[in-house]
């Protein structure tokens, strides 16, 4: 697992492919939180997503990698009580 200290506020969040996925938001306990919204990829969210702490890869170059590619990780993401999301990303 990755050492949660190196995740920091607003770091790009890719899959394993490169491509972007969201921005940290902060750490909250054994999941990060994205922001809502993300202007420069068009991102726009009603409501904050979660994903696993245990779904991060690496932290490398500055960004957060995770261990699914872009177009899977839709299917990392949590509602904040834990339950997927119901339509991916």
Do not use: C, F
């Not at 491509?19 to 922001?35: A, S």
């Not at 699914?68 to 990392?76: R, T």
């Amino acid at each position: 697992m990755v050492d949660a200290s190196q995740i920091k506020e607003h770091m790009e969040v890719v899959g394993a492919d490169g491509v972007h996925v969201g921005k940290v938001d902060h750490l909250d306990g054994d999941r990060i939180k994205l922001t809502r919204k993300d202007e420069a990829h068009g991102q726009s969210m009603d409501h904050h997503h979660y994903l696993p702490l245990a779904d991060v890869a690496s932290v490398d170059g500055g960004k957060l990698w995770l261990s699914a590619n872009a177009a899977n990780a839709g299917q990392l993401l949590q509602e904040k009580d834990g339950s997927p999301i119901e339509d991916g990303m």
